[in-house]
């Protein structure tokens, strides 16, 4: 029978990694292809049109941050790095490059699932709809409205306009230097120090338990995420 799930393209140059991908995937329901170069990755996105792509960095023909930029001319497909490369510089400039995520190998299956997930929820929230929903997080663009369950947040336009850039891209990770230039302008892309200031008053208002957030997500060197 035709696999009908989410589309997941696995652009690797590891037979073993690829095999294993192709059968977990698979018997998770989704329809897997898998290619082992970046010129053949590129030519299945715009065959097979995936629902995600899943990328690793070292391929023998394109290095993977050239495919990034290369898609990213013409596709919004969420691009999920993995990758042996855990340095914050290799993960920075990824993200930079136009990927979604990164995760690390050795990686887990249920780690790789979730962010999977986590593309997906974004390209359904890239649709345009005048209110996002997280479990019990909700936002209203038009409103300009936050609240927990039924119970509206009171934010400062700085905190609304941080939400709203993590709520835009749910499930993608946002860098510290793309916050600090889209909510303070360019001048401000080395003040670190202002985003965590903002991130710990945000989840002390829309976290039940501030130090063990659910929604906001920190990726440590990198940026934040919102689920």
Known sequence: MENKGPRILVIDDEQQI????RVS?????????????????????????????ILDLGLPDIDGQDVVRMLREWSKVPIIILSAKAQEFDKIAALDSGADDYV????????LLARIRASLRHTISTSEEP???????SIDFALRHVKIGKTEVKLTPTEYDLVKHLAVNAGKVLTHQYLLRTVWGSTHEDDNQYIRVYMRQ???KLEKDPSRPRHIISEPGVGYRLL
């Open 18 to 21: 690829r095999r294993f991908l």
């Open 25 to 53: 995937l698979t018997s998770h329901g989704f329809d897997v292809k898998d290619v082992e170069t970046g010129q053949e990755g590129l030519d299945e996105v715009a065959r097979f049109r995936p629902d995600v792509v």
């Open 104 to 111: 690390t190998k050795p990686f887990s299956m249920g780690e």
């Open 131 to 137: 209110i996002l929903k997280f479990d019990d997080l």
């Open 202 to 204: 945000l989840r002390r």
